[in-house]
């Protein structure tokens, strides 16, 4: 039985990016409902009993249920892929990178990413802003590591495109708004060029 998929979201997000490039390198179709994250439009008593009860997007909803968090519904897009190893190790290798990815490199680059080209250096609070050096060197630290991998292998769990590559590539291909100087790590780079010429990418915005 075929469902219906919506993908309930904020476009410039990388974490609905990531669902929406999963479902288009796999040809699959999606439809789109947009909520402005802005207005608060994810806290209304609607959307909580409704939609998610966290109050986050994206959610995939797959017919008439509701599936949380970024990297489980690229999980469910592309089961019995080959975006998902078959290999046992390699299988468990593309976990990592998609659990590192939720644990260090997006509270600290996409987060960035946020503060500065959405919300604005100045209408930051000083909580926040005193947290900028330390997000800067752990985003910083999080890309240095995914380089070196990167100098190794064309993607980052050997020869093929996986879900580690597409949940990694989301929020790390627009680092730059949030004021990281991606020529500094060239291996990263030259992968960031590999994803988006892989037949059916999509962009962000398309």
């Known amino acids: ?5 919506i993908l309930h979201e904020y476009a410039p997000s990388g974490n609905c990016y990531k669902i929406r490039l999963t479902a288009a390198l796999l040809g699959m179709t999606i439809q789109r409902r947009g909520y402005d994250i802005m207005t608060g439009e994810t806290r209304t008593a609607e959307f909580l ?24 519904a690229c999980c469910y897009l592309a089961d019995g892929s080959a975006l998902i190893p078959a290999d046992r190790f390699a299988r468990a290798d593309m976990l990592r990178w998609m659990f590192f990815e ?5 509270p600290n680059i996409a987060t960035l990413r946020f503060w500065l080209a959405f919300v604005g250096e100045a209408a930051l609070s000083d909580v926040q802003r005193a947290q900028l050096p330390g997000k800067r060197a752990a985003g910083e630290a999080a890309l240095t590591l995914m380089d070196a991998q990167l100098a190794q292998t064309p993607f980052l769990i050997g020869d093929a495109l996986s879900l580690a590559d597409i949940a990694l590539y989301a929020y790390t291909h627009v680092a730059g708004e949030g ?13 960031l060029a590999r994803v ?8 962000i915005f398309d």
């Open 1 to 5: 039985m075929t469902h219906t998929l």
């Open 196 to 203: 988006a010429a892989i037949p059916g990418y999509i962009g």
């Open 102 to 106: 939720q644990y260090n490199h997006e």
């Open 179 to 191: 004021g990281f100087d991606l020529a500094a790590w060239p291996a990263l780079s030259a992968w």
């Open 49 to 72: 009993r409704e939609v998610n009860a966290n109050g986050r997007i994206p959610v995939l909803q797959i017919g008439e249920r509701f599936l949380p968090e970024s990297n489980a």
